[in-house]
């Protein structure tokens, strides 16, 4: 390109002007300007801020301990001001510790505790100190997090775990909090109820008394994961964001107002899994690549491991009638240390008309359901603070507590018993009886005799039963989510589906009363390979119900489950159904203490599908149901049958006196 002489004289004169005009505009070159220079502007915020806490009813520590192998936890301790040979109440959480020790910001320390997980009124009227943790890998803890941690051994080769991280916390507390008398007490309820339950492997010898709540115990066998082998999907956003990061930042999404929507999208709970991103995390892929009751679940089980402990420390085991996440484990750990209980006075177990985790919140009514007290202040009071003071407080008097403390259920009243179940082999009140599936969907103690050999139905995975009415609200307890209340759900909403069959008795002109774990024996057959069986024991109420005119109808389950069929020769041996075979299939309903009552009949449902919340059954026999495609799933026609040499019925422990 050219240019003319104008032009070029002109570029070389140019730098000389620019630099004229910015002299005289005062503006001096780059090269020479000096250093800016801003005004003397201090921040706001101080180095270092002392707060005023001298108007405090408490003390608060938050400290580090160091455990065994160097990793420090998170610890909250909570000293009642002017406190003097006060006992530890302790709580270890995978839920952050500053978060349950500061629901409210007070000087006052009621206040501050009023949430999960404190039972409020007992810690703070009692004078303890509150201690609560953050377990390794979450929160402020530094570490690892595995989820529920097994103990050291094939599950977990470090030489760490929950059990030796209670004990280094206990010995360091006793330790270094002065105002202590050097007791201390374990405490919590579903995964924070896992923590009491390790605390009793190799306690510390100032551990005085362990109190599991709604403990998680078997994932697989009926806890979080699974029951009997069916998966208990709507939990996948738990994992997600239990074990996406240390603190919990990472929060499950959806573009779908009903999560009955959600899954059936998916297909498989695999699939929904994989288009969360779920490969990622370490849990999620044990639970996919275990789907059978192998090593992975039975050497993690706490009922097992405890079995083989010695019994050394008090344990009060708190169970929910309809603990709707983990209705299976503080049973299982009562029938596995009971035994080792020579002299009677080391395991209590308490069993109250709750959700998960109601006995430290109002109790008077779930749901629908109303029991005429607060239940859950009733254990509060004369129960759970007068165990914990027979441990906890120098000089305090035994409690009168009684072997099994136990809310019946229909009569609405407390009982002292001293065992559980009621039923034995001889000289006991309960026993079990019979209760027969018969023709016409009909409910007998009486063995079928007549009448069609069969009742059918065709289970559709296009159209699965849904657990609860539509549209199905996420796994929650806020913001106004009914999640607690599901298992007490009116189960009309599924009793007029024609993929569900019901049987009901004659109305009762007597009460029938039961105490114990229903036992189903369901003699079923599928016309394909594979197939789920939920059976439902329901007590009806009378049409009209004067005093509560909405429970008019009203069907409320008592206890219910579901047995996934692949299963049925052993929970670690799946196997393809006979197809169009009656095969027979047994296993036991939750635990129930209920009254049946005069005016009210007994209803049980069946069906094959409980859906979102456990993932459906395909119907085709594939080697692991979490990958099933959709061409898998098919309609499979299901026979319940009700014949002589054929009966299904369900074994009711009933007491007869």
């Keep these: 390109m050219k240019f003319s002489r104008a032009a070029i004289a002109w570029r070389g004169a140019r730098p000389a002007l620019l630099s004229l005009l910015l002299t005289l505009s005062g503006v001096a070159m780059a090269t020479d300007a000096p250093a800016q220079q801003y005004p003397n502007y201090p921040s706001e915020t101080p180095a270092t801020f002392t707060p005023v806490t001298s108007s405090y009813d408490y003390v608060e520590r938050d400290v580090m301990i160091p455990m065994r192998d160097g990793v420090k936890l998170y610890t909250v301790i909570l000293i009642p001001k002017g406190a003097h040979h006060a006992g530890i109440v302790m709580t270890r959480t995978p839920y952050s510790a500053k978060e349950l020790t500061h629901h409210v910001m007070s000087g006052h320390l009621g206040p501050m505790l009023e949430g999960y997980d404190n039972a409020t009124d007992v810690i703070v009227e009692d004078g303890y100190i509150r201690v609560i943790q953050d377990i390794r890998g979450k929160y402020g803890s530094e570490g690892d997090y595995v989820m529920n941690r097994p103990v050291h051994g094939p599950l977990n080769p470090t030489p760490v775990d929950d059990a030796t991280d209670t004990y280094d916390t206990i010995d360091w507390l006793v330790k270094n909090v002065p105002e202590s008398n050097g007791k201390v007490g374990t405490i919590g309820i579903s995964y924070d109820g896992f923590e009491p339950l390790m605390s009793l492997i190799n306690p510390h010898p100032a551990l005085k008394v362990a109190v599991p709540m709604n403990p998680m115990v078997d994932g697989w066998m009926g806890d979080d994961w699974f029951h009997h082998g069916a998966f208990r999907q709507q939990n996948i956003s738990y994992i997600y964001e239990q074990s996406a990061s240390r603190d919990n930042s990472y929060k499950w999404w959806t573009n779908y107002h009903d999560e009955y929507d959600l899954f ?4 498989s709970a695999g699939e929904l899994g994989r288009q969360y991103g779920m490969q990622q995390l370490g849990f999620w892929n044990k639970i996919t690549a275990h789907p059978a009751y192998d090593a992975f679940w039975s050497e993690q089980a706490v009922d097992k491991v405890l079995a083989a402990q010695p019994l050394k420390v008090p344990v009060m085991l708190v169970h929910s009638l309809w603990d709707q996440e983990d209705i299976y484990g503080a049973l299982a750990v009562y029938r596995a240390i009971k035994p080792k209980d020579k002299n009677g006075d080391m395991v209590k177990l308490v069993m109250g008309p709750w959700h998960h985790g109601q006995e430290i919140e109002e109790g008077s009514s779930l749901g629908a359901i109303r029991f005429g007290s607060d239940t859950a202040k009733y254990f509060r009071e004369h129960i759970l603070r007068p165990y914990l003071a027979q441990y906890l407080k120098d000089g305090a008097p035994k409690a009168d507590i009684a072997p099994v403390t136990a809310f019946q259920t229909g009569t609405n009243q407390w009982q002292r018993l001293q065992r559980w179940p009621l039923a034995c082999e001889e000289g006991c009140p309960a026993k ?8 016409d969907n009909k409910l007998s103690f009486s063995a079928p005799s007549s009448g069609a050999p069969y009742d059918q139905y065709v289970s559709d995975p296009a159209h699965p039963v849904p657990f609860r009415a539509r549209p199905i609200q996420p796994i929650g307890y806020d913001n106004g989510l009914t999640w607690p209340q599901w298992l007490v759900d009116d189960q009309r909403e599924a009793s007029g589906r024609t993929d569900v069959v019901t049987y009901v008795s004659d109305v009762l002109t007597e009460p029938l009363t039961i105490a114990g774990a229903p036992v189903v024996h369901l003699v079923a057959s599928t016309s394909g390979t594979d197939s789920d069986w939920v059976v439902k024991l329901i007590d009806v109420y009378p049409d009209q119900v004067a005093e509560q005119p909405e429970m008019g109808g009203y069907q409320l389950a008592v206890s219910m489950d579901i047995f996934r069929g692949r299963y049925r020769e052993g929970f670690d041996n799946p196997k393809p159904l006979a197809a169009n075979k009656a095969l027979a299939y047994r296993f036991d309903l939750p635990a129930a203490n ?30 692991n149901i979490f990958w099933a495609k959709a061409s898998d799933y098919q309609k499979a026609t299901q026979r319940i049958y009700h014949a002589p040499g054929q009966a299904s019925y369900i074994d009711l422990p009933v007491i007869e006196n």
Excluded: C, E, I, K
């Design 594 to 623: 209920h009254v049946f009552l005069p005016g009210h009949r007994v209803m049980v449902q069946v069906q094959s599908s409980w859906f979102p919340l456990y993932d459906r059954n395909p119907q085709t026999f594939v080697p």
């Design 264 to 267: 059936m999208q998916a297909g």
């Design 432 to 439: 079990s009886r019979p209760l027969y599936l018969q023709a």
